[in-house]
């Protein structure tokens, strides 16, 4: 489902420090109310979730799939204050470091559960002192303003826990920059692409986690494949590089019980179906990017 993306190479080198502290995304991440995000928007079908490998994935770390997940704006405000955004305005949004207004701009693609959810986290975050606004564009302009480096923080649907070959290449951006769909470090990705020629040089654990990465996608061994991984995962964990709501539900569907040879396990490309059994004689069952749950 959605994920919040600060970008951690902003221009403002500023807003680049304030997003590059950790506290601030834990922050974020504790601000946000995942059980009114499920209950509005996805019927209670969904649940809390970084963006993270599910159960059913090889590469599943528990310990990032659920960090930081606890709805709790007094740790989130504790955690502002303690990294010195405890001034505000007479409107108490909080400021930056250098005292002029701290506001963050979201920009974010044509998706159809995008906007619902958004509104939620925007108000999360007015809850905490956190002035913020987002912005629907075509996703064409989305990448043009990615690819230039030339946006602040990015609301993105582009994450799914069950696809275990793409993680070893696509389906990483939110958790390794190697790739320009990371909304969230553009130049980091340049700087990897590159090898060092352009872009930002990424900070110390990021680094690491490019260097494991390639050791992961270097070798034909799963074992080692999934030893390399998990320190990439771990490291995320640590730093909560993007900030997850919850996993995805999946498409509704009823199907009468007589109809036979439906599916109830699925691993591939995009899908992982499941159903809940009706008193009414049917069953609903949802194309999901999940787990199966019969």
Known sequence: ALQVEFNLTHRDLVMRKVFLDKR????????????????????????PWQVAPYETSRFYNERLAHTALKYDPAKARK???????DKKDADGYRLRPDGGKLEIPFVAGPETSLPAIAEIVMGNLKDIGLKANFR??????????????????????????????SFLSGNANHLVAVRQLSFWAPEWVNWYQSKGK?????????????????????????????????????????????????????????????????????????????????????????????????
């Open 198 to 294: 352009r872009g930002v040089k990424p900070v110390p654990d990021m680094i690491r986690a490019m260097e494991a990465f390639d050791k992961a996608r270097g070798t034909l061994d799963p074992k080692e494949q999934e030893k390399w991984f998990k320190v990439v995962t771990d490291i995320a964990a640590d730093n909560l590089w993007t900030i997850g709501t919850t996993k995805y539900p999946g498409h509704i569907k009823v199907i009468n019980p007589k109809l036979r040879n439906i599916p109830t396990t699925f691993l591939p490309w995009h899908r992982g179906d499941w159903g809940l059994p009706s008193e009414r004689g049917v069953m609903v069952v949802g194309a999901s990017y999940g787990e199966c749950r019969l």
């Open 136 to 165: 629907i564009i075509d996703f064409g302009f989305l990448v043009e303003k990615r690819d230039g480096n030339d946006h602040g923080a990015a609301l993105t649907m582009h994450s799914w826990g069950t696809l275990d070959g």
């Open 79 to 85: 955690l502002l204050d303690e990294m010195g955004l």
């Open 24 to 47: 601030f995304r834990f922050a974020v991440s504790h601000a946000i109310n995942r059980k009114m995000i499920n209950e509005l928007v996805w019927l209670g079908l969904a649940e």
